[in-house]
Nanobody, 118 residues
């Protein structure tokens, strides 16, 4: 049974940091790109960051570049998103996503709320 379980969300003030984690099980983790998406109220879902199967390549949406860092541990089957200098516009539900590098398999976590507010 495939599972992606996010943790680490919450309420923080602007300028603070938060670290999201996603624990994966039920599939061959290293064969999948891992992504963090987010969806703000009234907006579509956007990909915030992606990391390759080996962890050697990471890409970010422009608004996150320089503030967010995605990382993965293939021994522990986890992927993390370190978010620094958070802004109110980062407020969203964040989703962990796994997409097979070769193939069509794709999995989603249940999502976790991040709220940035003074």
């Amino acid at each position: 049974q495939v599972q992606l379980v996010e943790s680490g969300g919450g309420l923080v003030q602007p300028g603070e940091s938060l670290r999201l984690s996603c624990a994966a099980s039920g599939f061959t983790f290293s064969r999948f790109y891992m992504n963090w998406y987010r969806q703000a109220p009234g907006k579509g879902r956007e990909r915030v960051a992606q990391i390759s199967g080996t962890g050697g390549t990471a890409i970010y949406v422009n608004s996150a570049r320089g503030r967010f860092t995605i990382s993965r541990d293939n021994d522990k089957n986890t992927v993390s998103l370190q978010m620094n200098s958070l802004k109110p516009e980062d407020t969203a539900v964040y989703y962990c996503n796994a997409k097979e590098r070769i193939g069509a398999a794709e999995y989603w976590g249940q999502g976790i709320q991040v709220t940035v507010s003074a």
